[in-house]
């Protein structure tokens, strides 16, 4: 008789499928909760502790840790000396492993949980038949997946597991015992920057391609997305997102969510920002942002930052729009936006923490890490470097801009006149360069405008092109050597500029 252990956290599809093995002739050992469930549903187990000949202890903290587990479980049937061993000490061989883990991380998604808690819930038995039966693949199928029960009874019903099954089975074990383990270490870890980096992130769909149709793509969330987060939206409507929507709504609702003091509304093409409007209304704070760039929304992405209603709903609709992305949208709204049918509408809270520890770039052969760039205006010390100081307007018009050229690709230089963005000059070699595209996009209204960079003026050069064309105020980080220049520039014409002491350079 073959011989099957079973003990498991998540008990779906459980007793089915224990019973089928039972049928199959194996012999079906189990633990703690699981015992109990397939015993009061009529299935015939063997305790841990008939097997051991010791009881389970220390609150069921050591139960399946003993030789008659493991060595089972890692005995070489192709060695006599294993063979030997096995007699010897009258171990049965285990053919079958059937575990998931404790619910640690259920366990520490609860709100307040007790640091208790949660250590409790770090399982130590179950990782290690999991990493032993996957060891020992040639000789035991480990089962992690309930959604992998029934391929398995397959195969068990007729010539066994075949090796290419096992060994799957086995990868995708040491896949779920790493992910548990490195969920455990980020919730023990205080380093911002530990030695080494355990990330773990769950598939959450695959995708049709990547940034080009001959490149393959899947999109995953961490394990404990932040409820407000791209990766927690709810999909309410329209086609499936793909890897550039995916990352065009990442880069509007990051930009989005800066505006919690008024109502806002962002455009994006190609993780820039082509338009950003803000008005008393939302319905106003979307004119702004169209009248922004009504070229360059045409099939874009859209966030707003409050709940959409069916006027806004009439505006969005009568411009071609690959994603919506909003808090909520009234019934009047869905009904309105619903009509198109390819349009991609996600809900997602707002309300909350972005909590985003840590930013991440690939390169080749490994990684950049570093903090997300949450930073605003209220973290440094602001001064006034020219003669004349900003207006009361002019400092609300300035913080504006500034909020929305931290988001642009650097070298970055944004104009804003009222509540919208006029000109965006992005991702450019020099900074003079995306001056002139900025001021050539705004035209004639780039008189009067805010105008705000990224990063310092490393000459003079932009504030004398800014000075051409009517610029009155400048937000800047400051701090080139050369910054007298600009100054003086500044001076010369009755702008005011500030520094900020903080760049915000956005190369990814």
């Known amino acids: 008789m073959k011989r099957a252990l079973i003990s498991v956290s998540d008990k779906t599809g459980i007793v089915d499928f224990a ?36 009881p389970e202890i220390l609150d069921g903290r050591v139960k399946t840790l003993h030789p008659a587990i493991h060595g089972g479980l890692l005995a070489n049937r192709e060695k006599e000396a294993h063979r030997e061993a096995l007699h010897e000490h009258s171990i049965a061989p285990i053919d079958l492993v059937v575990v998931n883990l404790y619910p640690f991380k259920e366990t520490i998604k609860k709100k307040g949980v007790e640091d208790a808690d949660a250590i409790e819930n770090i399982d130590i038995g179950g990782p290690a038949m999991l990493r032993a039966a996957a060891k020992n693949h040639a000789h035991v199928a480990v089962v992690t997946d309930p959604g992998d029960y029934s391929q398995v009874l397959e195969e068990a019903r007729g010539n066994g597991l075949r090796f290419d099954t096992r060994r799957h089975l086995a990868a995708k074990a040491f896949r779920h015992t790493a992910a548990y383990d490195a969920l455990v270490a980020d919730y023990m870890t205080d380093e911002v920057f ?25 999109f995953y969330q961490h394990p404990l997305p932040a409820v407000t ?76 930052n409050d709940r959409v209603d069916a006027d806004t709903a009439e505006q969005l609709a009568n411009i071609f729009l690959e994603v919506v992305i909003a808090p909520d949208y009234s019934r009047n709204a869905l009904d309105i936006l619903q009509k198109k049918k390819n349009i991609r509408l996600l809900k997602v809270d707002m309300g ?32 006034v470097a020219t003669k004349r100081a900003p207006t009361s307007e002019e400092w609300r018009r300035l913080e504006f801009a500034w909020r929305v050229v931290k988001h642009v690709k650097s070298n970055a230089i944004v104009l804003t006149k009222g509540n919208r963005t006029i000109g965006v000059g992005a991702g450019q070699m020099n900074r003079v360069g995306a001056a002139e595209i900025t001021i050539a996009q705004a035209q004639s209204d780039a008189e009067g405008s805010m105008l705000a960079s990224d990063a310092f003026f490393p000459m003079k050069d932009t504030m004398e092109v800014a ?42």
Do not use: W
Not at 25 to 34: A, K, N
Not at 245 to 252: F, L, Q
């Open 194 to 218: 530990p030695e080494t980096l355990t990330l773990t992130y769950e598939k959450k769909q695959a995708l049709r391609y990547g940034e080009n149709p001959h490149q393959g793509a899947s």
């Open 467 to 508: 000075v051409k064309a009517g610029v009155t105020a400048v937000i800047q980080p400051g701090g080139s050597k050369r910054d007298q220049e600009s100054i003086d520039v500044a001076d010369d014409a009755g702008i005011t500029m500030v520094f900020t002491g903080m760049r915000h350079f956005r190369h990814a």
């Open 19 to 54: 019973k089928a093995l039972q049928e199959a002739d194996f012999e079906i050992v189990s633990t703690g909760g699981t015992k109990r469930a397939l015993e009061e549903a009529g299935v015939q187990v063997v305790g841990i502790s008939e097997v051991t000949n010791f």
């Open 229 to 304: 987060s791209l990766a927690a939206a709810e999909q309410l409507h329209g086609k499936e997102l793909s890897y550039n929507n995916i990352n065009d709504s990442n880069a509007a609702f990051a930009l989005v969510s800066e505006f919690s003091d008024t109502k806002a509304a962002v455009a994006v093409k190609h993780t820039n920002p082509c338009g950003v409007g803000i008005g008393d209304t939302l319905p106003r704070a979307f004119e702004e942002a169209y009248a922004a760039d009504p070229v360059s929304i045409f099939g874009g992405i859209v966030a707003v």
């Open 352 to 383: 909350g923490d972005r909590n985003v520890p840590h930013a991440l770039t690939s390169v080749s052969g490994g990684m950049l890490v570093q903090e997300d760039d949450v930073k605003g205006l209220a973290d440094t010390d602001v001064k």
